[in-house]
């Protein structure tokens, strides 16, 4: 039988990289979006060219009209989810808490807490053995932000990834016992986008010394945490967290 992934935020970073090792693993991929649907279809084509089924899905993850519609066209085109990854994020730029406005705090959460919660949702919905379902496997992207707290950056964005680590561990207790297991990956420094994008492009050349194994990491080096916490590989593994971070 085909694994059938559902990746958020897929159309670049760590998410485009997790569906190319994925489908190199063997695993169909819904590469979903939210506005980039040039990249996402890039990222669709290359999954096809290694052999594997593909459709790129529109959702602003913090829509639910639009999860519900995401999730209803996987089943229809791909068919039942084995796995979702929850990566979709965004962070903003440096701030301290006193500065912070109440849209800047909540967009955090509704997108990085909120987003993660309302596909989980429905993975749990399809993946319940309860429910007839086969089981299956749900990876959270958190980040070492969680434990660090990120004073003068993004408390806002370390506390969003804090519930997402709660909701990680409480959620894998609840589904234990309906073939479903949670784990979660927390990135450290990586070099991505969304640093750039979060206001703060030169944050990897600043930070890295300061990393233990003195660089930045890569989107393929977090990808290949979150498709062993995937796979049956990891068949033992619930409410686990792991990071991936280069000891920072
Ligand atoms: P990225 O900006 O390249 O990827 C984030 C993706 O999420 C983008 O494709 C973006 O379009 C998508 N996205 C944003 N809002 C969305 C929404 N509302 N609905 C659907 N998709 C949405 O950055 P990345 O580094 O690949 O980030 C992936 C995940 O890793 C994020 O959750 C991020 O918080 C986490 N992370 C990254 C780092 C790092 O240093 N790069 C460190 C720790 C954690």
Known sequence: ????????????????????????????????????????????????????????????????????????????????????????????????????????????????????????REAVRRMSTAEGGAGGSIVNVSSRAACLGAANQYVDYAAAKSAIDTMTLGLSHEVASQGIRVNAVRPGLIETEIHASGGQPDRIARLAPGVPMGRGGTADEVAEAICWLMSDKSSYSTGAIIDVSGGR
């Open 1 to 120: 039988m085909t694994s059938i992934v559902l990746i958020t935020g897929a159309s670049r970073g760590i998410g485009a990289a997790t569906a190319l090792l994925a489908a190199r693993q063997g695993w169909d991929v819904a590469v979903n979006y939210s506005n980039n649907e040039g990249a996402a279809r890039e990222v669709v084509q290359a999954v096809q060219a290694l052999g594997r089924r593909a459709i790129a899905v529109q959702a602003d993850v913090a829509n639910e009209a639009q999860v519900l519609a995401m999730f209803a066209r996987v089943d229809a085109e791909l068919g039942r989810i084995s796995a979702l990854v929850n990566n979709a994020g965004v962070v903003d730029r440096a701030q301290r808490l006193q500065d912070m406005d109440l849209a800047r705090w909540r967009r955090m959460f509704d997108i990085n807490v909120i987003g993660s919660f309302i596909c989980a």
